[in-house]
C-alpha cells in the first residue's frame, strides 16, 4: 500500500446564516461540507466530482488552508492542518497548493508573468535564495512549456490554455507534494484542455506528484484519476478505483449522474439507459433527513427518510457506497 | 396543459413569404468587427439552409464566429463594431437584411427566437419572470394584462416549471440556474416561432440539469415542428440531438455532414482531430491527441486554408489562396480541405 499523504477525519464546514446588522442572531447553517473521510495517496489522482452546490470547491478550500474547518481534521504528514495558525500554518501551506478554475481572473492583471510566478518565493523566502528566484522562474516556465522569454509579458497576452500553464507554474513553485485542481479545464476550449490535461500527467509521472482533481465533466475526471469520489450535498456517497465507480457505479446518483453525460457518439442516441433526475438539488441550508438523495431518488424507500446511509461496502456493492438499496447497474453506455 | 395549437400560430404572416422555400438560409454571410486593432473578420462566407423539424448543430471552438452567426440572423449583432458586409439571410425566401427595423422587429420572437446560453444575465432582474413574458403577449398581440398573465402561465406550465401560478411572480433570481433557463425558453416560445436558436443552452448547467433542459427541448420542438439551429461546443450534446451539423473554423464552415457520417468518418482535419482530443475510455493512462498550437487570431487569419498552420495533414498548396471551398466528397457530406480522401482514408 503507497504511503498517505493527505487524510482529512470528519471534516466539516458550515457557514453561518445569520440574521440582524446590530444584534446578529444565527437562525441556521449552510451545511456545504459535512462529514469528509478521505485518503489521498502518494503519485495517485483523486477525482472529485459533483454537482454545483455540492459542497467540492468548499472542500478545496478546506484543503488548502483558506478556510477553517468547523469540525474535524486535515492530517497532512502526522501534522493536523486544522490545528496549525500563525507560522506553523503559513509553513504548511507551502506542501499543498491550488490551481484555480478561471485563468482569467486568478491571475494578476498588472503583474507580469515573471512576477506572478515567483511572488510564492516572497512569501516563502526560505524556499530559495534571492539571487536563485528568477532563473527558478525560468525553470518552472520552460516545464510547463512555456517560452522562458515570456516572462516580462502581461497576463492579457497569453491565450486561455497558456495562462492555465501560468497558474500550474506558480502552483508548482513551492515544489509542493500535493496539487489541488479546482476544475482546472473547464474554462477551456477542447482541443486546449487535451493540452493542459497532458501537461498535468507530464508532471505527475516526472515530478511524483499528487493531484485531487475536482471536476464537474465526468469524461475529464476518467481520464485522469486512479480513484473517484462522488459528492452529493456535503457527502461523499461513492468512493472507489476509476473502474468500480465508472464500470459498476452502485449508489443511484452516481449512476444518475453518469447516465446524463453525453456520449460524443450518436448510434447510442436512444440506445442508452438515460436515467433523468427530477427537480434540482436541496438547498444545504435545510438538507433533507436520513440520506440526503433521497428527495430525487427513484429507489427511495420509509428508511431512507429516517436513517441515514453509512458510506460502506455491502453485499452488492463492494467499494463504499452509502445507500441503503446500493446495487450495480450498467450505465456504462454512458461512458464509452 | 399545452398552449394550443391553432390560436397559437396566429402571428401576422410576413409580406413576401413562400412557404414552400426553406425555412432560413443563409448565403454568403460575411460579418466583421472594426476595431482599434484592426478589422476581425468573423464570418467569411458562411452557407446553409434550415428546414422545420430539423436540429442542425454549428459546431466549433471560442472565436469561430457561430455566435456572431445567429446574432447576424436575429439582427441583434453589436452595430458598430460589427458590420455585415455581404450575403444574404432568407426566410422563407425574404431577404432579411433588406428588411426595415421595425420589420425585423416583428420577426424576432415572432418567427425566429433565441435562447443565450447565461439566463441570468439574458433576463431583466428587476421584473417578474411574469412581466416579462406577459409583456411579449402585450407588445406583439395587443393583448390585455390579465390575458397575457394567463398566457405567461400556461407558457411555465409547457416548459414544465412546478407551481407555474405561484412562480409567475417571482423575480430571476428567486430561480434555479435550470428553472432560469426554462423561463427563457417559455419567452422563446411565447409567440410560437418556426425557427429556435439555441446559443450553447446548457453550458453553464450541471450534467443532470442538462438532460432535463435537452429533453424539454427535443420535446418541444417535435410538438410544434420547429426548426432548430444549436450552437455547441460539445460533441457529446451534438451527438445526442442533432440531424446535420456544420463544423465552422475561423469563420469559416470547413465539413458539413449528417450527425452519423461526423462521427464515424471525419472528412476535414480538423473535425477528425477535435473528436481525437475528447478523452476516451479506451484510451485511458494515454497521452490525448492534442491540436498543436491556438486557434489564428481573427484579425490575421492565415493565407490560404486557416487551419494549415496546425494541421498535420497540410502542404504547400494549403498555404495559398484561395482557401479550399466547402466542396461535396459524398452525397450529404462537403468538406473544405484539399486532403479530404487522406483525411477520410479513402486514398
Given at each position: ?336 | ?102 420589420e425585423r422587429r416583428q420577426i ?159 472528412s476535414h482535419p480538423y473535425t ?29 487569419i492565415p493565407r490560404g486554408c ?42
Amino acid at each position: 500500500m503507497p504511503e498517505v499523504v493527505l487524510e482529512t477525519r470528519d471534516l466539516v464546514k458550515y457557514f453561518p446564516l445569520t440574521r440582524g446588522i446590530v444584534f446578529k442572531t444565527k437562525f441556521g447553517d449552510v451545511q456545504a461540507v459535512d462529514g469528509i473521510n478521505l485518503q489521498l495517496y502518494r503519485g495517485e489522482t483523486l477525482g472529485v466530482v459533483g454537482e454545483s452546490g455540492c459542497g467540492k470547491s468548499t472542500l478545496a478550500r478546506l484543503l488548502v488552508g483558506l478556510e477553517k474547518p468547523t469540525r474535524g481534521s486535515i492530517v497532512v504528514r502526522g501534522r493536523d492542518h486544522a490545528k496549525l495558525s500563525g507560522e506553523e500554518m503559513r509553513r504548511a501551506r507551502r506542501n499543498i497548493q491550488l490551481v484555480m478554475q478561471d485563468p482569467y481572473t486568478s491571475l494578476n492583471p498588472r503583474m507580469t508573468v515573471g512576477d506572478i510566478v515567483a511572488e510564492p518565493y516572497q512569501i516563502h523566502p526560505e524556499v530559495a535564495p534571492k539571487g536563485e528566484v528568477r532563473k527558478r522562474v525560468h525553470e518552472l516556465l520552460e516545464l510547463v512549456g512555456l517560452n522562458p522569454d515570456h516572462i516580462n509579458r502581461y497576463p492579457h497576452q497569453f491565450s486561455g490554455g497558456q495562462r492555465q500553464r501560468i497558474g500550474i507554474a506558480r502552483a508548482l513553485a513551492l515544489k509542493p507534494e500535493i496539487i489541488l485542481c479546482d476544475e482546472p479545464v473547464s474554462a477551456l476550449d477542447v482541443s486546449i484542455q487535451a493540452q493542459v490535461m497532458n501537461l498535468l500527467e507530464e508532471l505527475q509521472n516526472e515530478l511524483g506528484l499528487s493531484y485531487i482533481f475536482i471536476a464537474h465533466d465526468l469524461s475529464v475526471v476518467r481520464h485522469i484519476a486512479d480513484r473517484v469520489a462522488v459528492m452529493y450535498l456535503g457527502k461523499i456517497v461513492e468512493i472507489g478505483k476509476d473502474t468500480e465507480i465508472y464500470d459498476h457505479p452502485t449508489h443511484p446518483y452516481t449512476q444518475a449522474l453518469l447516465s446524463a453525460v453525453p456520449v460524443p457518439d450518436p448510434t447510442l442516441r436512444g440506445h442508452r439507459d438515460q436515467i433523468v433526475l427530477q427537480g434540482d438539488v436541496p438547498s444545504p441550508d435545510n438538507p433533507p433527513s436520513g440520506c440526503r438523495f433521497r428527495t430525487r431518488c427513484w429507489k427511495a424507500q420509509e428508511i431512507c427518510s429516517t436513517t441515514e446511509p453509512p458510506l460502506q461496502p455491502s453485499q452488492k456493492s463492494a467499494h463504499p457506497s452509502a445507500c441503503h438499496f446500493a446495487e450495480e447497474r450498467d450505465v456504462i453506455h454512458a461512458t464509452q | 396543459m399545452s398552449v394550443s395549437h391553432a390560436t397559437a400560430r396566429l402571428s401576422p404572416s410576413l409580406a413576401g413569404a413562400d412557404p414552400t422555400a426553406p425555412l432560413l438560409a443563409v448565403e454568403d454571410l460575411r460579418v466583421e468587427f472594426r476595431t482599434r486593432a484592426g478589422v476581425a473578420k468573423a464570418i467569411n462566407g458562411v452557407s446553409f439552409e434550415v428546414n422545420s423539424r430539423e436540429t442542425l448543430a454549428i459546431l466549433g471552438e471560442s472565436g469561430c464566429g457561430k455566435s456572431v452567426t445567429a446574432q447576424a440572423i436575429m439582427g441583434i449583432l453589436d452595430t458598430p463594431p460589427g458590420f455585415i458586409t455581404g450575403g444574404q439571410i432568407r426566410y422563407r425566401g425574404v431577404d432579411l437584411l433588406k428588411r426595415t427595423h421595425e420589420e425585423r422587429r416583428q420577426i424576432r420572437a415572432n418567427k425566429i427566437a433565441m435562447i443565450f446560453q447565461d439566463a441570468l444575465s439574458a433576463l431583466n432582474p428587476v421584473f417578474t419572470v411574469g412581466f416579462q413574458l406577459t409583456e411579449l403577449f402585450r407588445k406583439h398581440r395587443g393583448m390585455s394584462r390579465t390575458d397575457g398573465k394567463k398566457r405567461a402561465i400556461e407558457l411555465l406550465d409547457l416548459v414544465r416549471i412546478p407551481a407555474a401560478r405561484k412562480r409567475v411572480n417571482d423575480f430571476p433570481h428567486q430561480f434555479s440556474g435550470g428553472m432560469r433557463q426554462r423561463v427563457m425558453i417559455a419567452i422563446a416560445l411565447a409567440l410560437d416561432p418556426e425557427l429556435l436558436i439555441a446559443d450553447e443552452p446548457t453550458t453553464a448547467l450541471d450534467v443532470t440539469v442538462q438532460a432535463q433542459i435537452m429533453n424539454l427541448l427535443a420535446d418541444l420542438q417535435r410538438e410544434r415542428h420547429m426548426g432548430m439551429i444549436l450552437i455547441t461546443h460539445d460533441m457529446g450534446v451534438v451527438a445526442d440531438v442533432a440531424d446535420r451539423i456544420n463544423v465552422m473554423y475561423a469563420g469559416r464552415i470547413v465539413e458539413r455532414a449528417p450527425v452519423f457520417d461526423i462521427y464515424a468518418k471525419p472528412s476535414h482535419p480538423y473535425t477528425k482531430a477535435l473528436l481525437e482530443s475528447i478523452p476516451r475510455v479506451d484510451l485511458k493512462g494515454q497521452q490525448l491527441n492534442v491540436i498543436k498550437g491556438l486557434p489564428p487570431s481573427l484579425i490575421s487569419i492565415p493565407r490560404g486554408c486557416a487551419f494549415n498552420p496546425r494541421c498535420r495533414y497540410a502542404q504547400d498548396v494549403c498555404k495559398q489562396d484561395p482557401p479550399p471551398p466547402l466542396s461535396q466528397v459524398q452525397p450529404q457530406i462537403s468538406s473544405a480541405c484539399h486532403f479530404w480522401k487522406e483525411v477520410r482514408g479513402d486514398a
